[in-house]
């Protein structure tokens, strides 16, 4: 069985961690954005702007990870809402507890899991 508190409160967790990590992200991003300004590095053969613009995609990545995540955990709380966590979406059989709980986002079994994979 799932304790749906639990997964609640791991999701929370996970939640706040993602805002403060896309919140962390934006600071940076701010931060990179104010330095190509300071160093006119618009010109892709200055090496410090090459940096610059290659700091600013990492972060751009980072950041669009941060929001899948943090989508993936609003869509896992209405499916707690909905009383349809844990429930595998491919196959329709029970997560395990122990991938849940690796794993609170998870929308399909593990067997599902690893057979979209190859
Ligand atoms: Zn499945």
Do not use: W
Request: aromatic share 2%; hydrophobic share 40%; glycine share 4%.
């Amino acid at each position: 069985m799932i304790d749906m508190q639990s997964a609640r409160d791991r999701l929370g967790t996970q939640k706040a961690q993602a805002l403060q990590r896309l919140a962390d992200l934006t600071r940076d991003f701010e931060a990179v954005v104010a330095a190509s300004r300071d160093t006119n590095a618009d010109d892709e053969h200055d090496p410090e702007g090459a940096t610059i613009a290659f700091e600013r995609s990492q972060i751009e990545a980072l950041a669009r990870q941060a929001e899948h995540h943090l989508e993936e955990i609003d869509a896992a709380l209405k499916r707690l809402d909905a009383g349809t966590y844990g429930t595998c979406e491919v196959c329709g059989n029970p997560i395990s507890a122990a991938r849940l709980e690796a794993r609170p986002t998870a929308r399909v079994c593990i067997v599902c899991a690893a057979s979209a994979r190859t």
